[in-house]
C-alpha cells in the first residue's frame, strides 16, 4: 500500500500511519493510539515510540504539547514498532526501549467505588496500590503489563528471527512479532517460548485479534483506579522557579 506514494514523505511515516489508523479503526473507543513518548511521575521520560496505545483517562498530560505527544506510563496499554524492514539492530534497540521502559514506575489512586466494595467484602484489594508502584512488565487485579511488539512489512526467514531470539534475552512483556503477509509470532510471558505461525496474508486480522483482545474492558479501569495524578503535579512544580 505505501509504495503508492512514491517518495513524497518519509515511507517510514506512511507505514506507521497505515498500521495506527487500520487499529484505531478496530480497536474500543476507549483507546487512542499516537506517535510520541512515555512519562512516569519519577520524572524519567522514554525514547520515541512509532504507536502508543492507551486509555482515555482523566489524567493529566502536562508535559505534552500538539506536536510532541508525552503519555503518562500509568494510562499505557501498549507500544509498536513499525519497521519497513526488520533488521537484528531494529529487533535489539526495540527490546533496549522496552528494557528502559520497564524501569518505569506506575501510581494508582483507588477510586471511592473501589474502596466501598473492598471494605464491604473485607478483600481491601485497593490497599495494594496506595503509595505502591508497578512495573510495566508487572500486573495486578485488573492492571496489566504494558505489552510490546514489532510490526514490520518485510522480514528476514523465520530461522534467522529465532536466532536472534536465543541470542538477545527478550523482555517479559515483549510479546509478538508480526511479518505482515509472512508470519506472526507471539511469546507466552510464562514460560518464555515463542511461537512462530506460517499463516501469511492472515497476519494483520490474526495481530488485530490478539489486540483488540488484550484491550478489552479497558473502559472499566476507572471505575476502580485512576492516576495518582498529584505526582505529576509535585513533579512540574519542581520545575517552576520559587519566588522571594
Known amino acids: 500500500m505505501s509504495s503508492a506514494y512514491g517518495h513524497r514523505g518519509s515511507k517510514g511515516s506512511i507505514r506507521e500511519d497505515l498500521i495506527s489508523d487500520a487499529l484505531q479503526s478496530i480497536v474500543n473507543d476507549y483507546v487512542m493510539l499516537c506517535k510520541g513518548e512515555i512519562c512516569d511521575s519519577n520524572g524519567l521520560r522514554s525514547p520515541e515510540f512509532d504507536i502508543i496505545a492507551y486509555h482515555k483517562s ?6 505534552s504539547t500538539p506536536k510532541n505527544k508525552v503519555i503518562p506510563i500509568e494510562t499505557v496499554l501498549a507500544i509498536l514498532e513499525v519497521k519497513s524492514i526488520l533488521n537484528r ?13 520497564n524501569t518505569f514506575d506506575r501510581f494508582y ?11 464491604l467484602t473485607g478483600q481491601k484489594e485497593y490497599e495494594k496500590f496506595i503509595g505502591h508502584s508497578i512495573k510495566p512488565f508487572q500486573k495486578l487485579h485488573g492492571i496489566s503489563p504494558v505489552i510490546g511488539g514489532i510490526v514490520c512489512f518485510e522480514s528476514p526467514q523465520t530461522e534467522t528471527v529465532k536466532e536472534w531470539i536465543k541470542d538477545v534475552p527478550t523482555e517479559s512483556n515483549f510479546i509478538f512479532i508480526v511479518a505482515l503477509n509472512e508470519w506472526i509470532a ?15 496474508p492472515d497476519c494483520f486480522a490474526s495481530f488485530a485479534y490478539l489486540i483488540t483482545g488484550l484491550f478489552q474492558r479497558t473502559n472499566e479501569r476507572e471505575l476502580h483506579l485512576s492516576v ?15 519566588i522571594d
Open 186 to 200: 507471539s511469546c507466552n510471558p510464562e514460560n518464555k517460548t515463542w511461537r512462530f505461525a506460517p499463516i501469511g
Open 228 to 242: 495518582d495524578s498529584n505526582r505529576y503535579f509535585e513533579l512540574a512544580a519542581k520545575d517552576v522557579p520559587k
Open 109 to 119: 489512586e483507588p477510586t471511592t467505588l473501589y474502596k466501598h466494595q473492598g471494605d
Open 89 to 101: 539492530d531494529g529487533f535489539v534497540k526495540f527490546n533496549d526501549d522496552l528494557s528502559c521502559l
Open 58 to 63: 482523566s489524567a493529566v498530560k502536562l508535559f
